[in-house]
């Protein structure tokens, strides 16, 4: 989930196994929400999206569920690959006025995925 | 595809010098976005432009300045390096109306 300081949350899994990877957010009034996921050396990429009108959205192999009663998001990775490796952000829109697409993002988790 | 192209993955720069980066979409998105990325502070937004020659601050502009005088293109300025702005730096763009951004590559900034 959220991290403060210099430290990310890390979770370490057995490939094959199943992944959850958490998420507190702040803005109650928050109606989308997004994860991405940063490769080494790489930029983030979308993974998947859910409104807030929603609880659960399936991709392939992800799962986003959405608890609005206490802020909380969690991203399920079925099966996780070592190419899961990575780091998975939230992100929900900036709450400060017009937003221009802005977003505000979660610290990341570190996802490792040992062969 | 939406395609964020960054002018260097990596780049050595010294103190005062005056570094362009810069960042091309080529998908017509009207929002984009430069963010700098450290270890443990998560992405922080530098600033932001919602059109051509419009721009705005975002929570760590102290230092940068931007450029946008054609859509496509976005470019941050250090006006004068520092030692503190070696970080990575992302690019990144949205469509109007959409909270979706994506992402360039990155720029791996080192200034000795």
């Known amino acids: 989930g959220e991290s403060v300081g210099l430290h990310l949350p890390t979770l370490s899994v057995q490939e094959g196994d199943n992944s959850i990877i958490n998420c507190a957010y702040s803005?109650?009034?928050?109606?989308?929400f997004i994860w991405y996921k940063q490769e080494s050396g790489k930029g983030p990429q979308f993974i998947i999206d859910i409104r807030s009108n929603m609880d659960k959205r399936q991709g392939q192999r992800v799962t986003v569920l959405l608890n609005k009663t206490v802020k909380h998001l969690s991203l399920q990775i079925a099966a996780t690959q070592p190419g899961d490796s990575a780091v998975y952000f939230c992100?929900?829109?900036?709450?400060?006025?017009?937003?221009?697409?802005?977003?505000?993002f979660g610290q990341g988790t570190i996802l490792t995925v040992h062969p | 595809d939406v395609k964020v192209t960054q002018s260097s993955r990596y780049l050595v720069k010294r103190t005062g010098e005056k570094v362009f980066l810069e960042c091309v979409q080529d998908?017509?998105?009207?929002?984009m976005f430069w963010y700098r990325q450290d270890p443990g502070l998560g992405l922080r937004l530098i600033y932001f432009s919602y059109d051509v020659k419009m721009k705005e601050k975002g929570d760590i502009p102290e230092g940068y300045s931007v450029s946008r005088e054609k859509k496509e293109r976005f470019s941050l300025i250090l006006e004068s390096a520092s030692t503190n702005q070696t970080s990575m730096y992302l690019c990144a763009t949205t469509r109007g109306g959409s909270y979706e951004q994506y992402f360039g590559p990155g720029t791996r900034l080192t200034v000795t």
């Open positions: 998908m017509d998105h009207e929002n």
């Open positions: 803005n109650s009034a928050s109606d989308y």
């Open positions: 992100a929900e829109p900036w709450a400060g006025g017009t937003s221009y697409g802005k977003l505000t």
